[in-house]
């Protein structure tokens, strides 16, 4: 062995005595720059969009029952069917009434004859205000039973109060009704109602009259409502507002109850500044990210707005042009030595890695 040999042997075992690098000696001792992704900030349009969840109501809705108890003499709709509004449905037998009415019209002439003469009399001076002001008071009370008799009649056919879809009923024809029996129910679907509700921090961008687009399970289609009533208080256990919408139905796909995924738009931001959902760092005091500036590391509270699936809208403490880390956040701190690592296509280049793989050997 010469020398010169010995001499080259000797160089790594010195370095590693003393607890250093090649690296390090070549750098003075300084620690190497850990390689990070990284997203730098620039201003662009974001869909200031929410997805939340809702349900259809028919537009109108009642459950049909009778005003009076008696039995049931006609049916005048099938199941299932429209109906239109005031259409009979049901008709409850009246023949007591009837009678009742009968006997009240006539007692009601015959109280209206007697006023009459009395008011001839009273012309004359031949009978008493008194007298014929107790014959009026007869004539008004008879008239008042009359009145009272038709209504009570009335009450016994039950008619539609709006056009709609009538569903099953629960009586039939013979049968005994009360008040509290359910006939059937009676729906409106076209058009129906979309009950959804907001985001507190949304609330006071919820106008009557804009557009909402909702979704349905087992659906492909895209259906769309129109705002036209906002609750005005916010729900206290939720910090929501409830908001209700209308939308057409003619074609009857939509049915009450079903379980609908509501997409509001609201202003389009034109130089939103986002990054990446997994950028975002929360901690019992909030939120933060970790931006590399002049090489190290430095971390950034920040306050977010509007977040999608993949991306988080930075609204504070932070500039276009910032470069925000994106990977190896648990092992990145304040001040740490960064740089920027190759993007994914760099890395992909065999060039690339064989320039690494080269560096490494040296």
């Known amino acids: 062995m010469t020398r010169s040999t010995r001499i080259i042997y000797a160089v790594p075992l010195l370095l590693a005595a003393c607890g250093g690098s090649e690296e390090q000696v070549a750098g003075g001792g300084a620690p190497q720059a850990m390689a990070v992704q990284v997203h730098v900030l620039h201003g662009r349009p974001l869909d200031n969009a929410f997805i939340t969840t809702g349900s259809l109501l028919p537009n109108e809705e009642v459950e049909l029952r009778s005003e009076v108890s008696g039995r049931v003499t006609h049916i005048g709709f099938e199941e299932g069917r429209k109906v ?5 449905l049901v008709h409850i037998n009246d023949d007591d009434l009837q009678a009742q009415l009968r006997k009240a019209e006539a007692n009601l002439k015959l109280a ?15 009978l008493s205000q008194e007298a014929y002001d ?23 056919t039950i008619r539609a109060p709006f056009s709609g ?7 039939s024809e013979g049968g005994y009704v009360s008040p509290t029996g359910v006939i059937a129910r009676l729906a409106q679907t076209d058009p129906m ?38 609750e005005p208080s916010v729900d206290a256990s939720t910090r929501t507002v409830k908001v209700r919408a209308r939308t057409q139905n003619p074609l009857g796909r939509l049915v009450p109850g079903a379980f609908a995924k509501v997409e509001v738009r609201l202003a389009t931001i034109t130089d939103a500044l986002t990054i990446p959902a997994e950028a975002l760092i929360p901690d019992i005091q909030g939120q933060k990210v970790m931006v590399m500036k002049d090489g190290k590391a430095k971390s950034v509270r920040v306050d977010v707005g509007i977040r999608t699936e993949n991306e988080v809208q930075l609204i504070s403490n932070v500039q276009p042009g910032d470069t925000v880390i994106t990977s190896a956040l648990l092992a990145v701190r304040d001040g740490m030595p960064l740089r920027p690592a190759a993007r994914k296509d760099e890395a992909s280049d065999p060039s690339t890695d064989s320039a690494a793989t080269a560096k490494q050997a040296n």
């Not at 209206?112 to 031949?126: C, I, P, S, Y």
């Not at 107790?134 to 016994?156: C, F, P």
């Not at 879809?165 to 009586?171: D, H, P």
């Not at 949304?202 to 129109?226: C, N, S, W």
């Open 84 to 88: 239109s509004a005031g259409q009979v």
């Open 134 to 156: 107790a014959a009026v008071a007869q004539r008004i009370g008879m008239q008042a039973e009359v009145d009272n008799l038709r209504a009570a009649i009335a009450k016994t």
């Open 112 to 126: 209206t004859d007697a006023a009459t003469r009395q008011e001839q009399l009273l012309a004359v001076k031949g």
């Open 165 to 171: 879809t009538i569903g099953l009923r629960s009586i």
């Open 193 to 230: 109602k979309l009950d959804f509700a907001v985001p507190e921090r949304y609330a006071l961008h919820i106008k009557p009259g804009m557009q909402v687009a909702f979704t349905l399970e087992a659906d492909t289609m895209r259906y769309t409502a129109e705002v036209y009533a906002v």
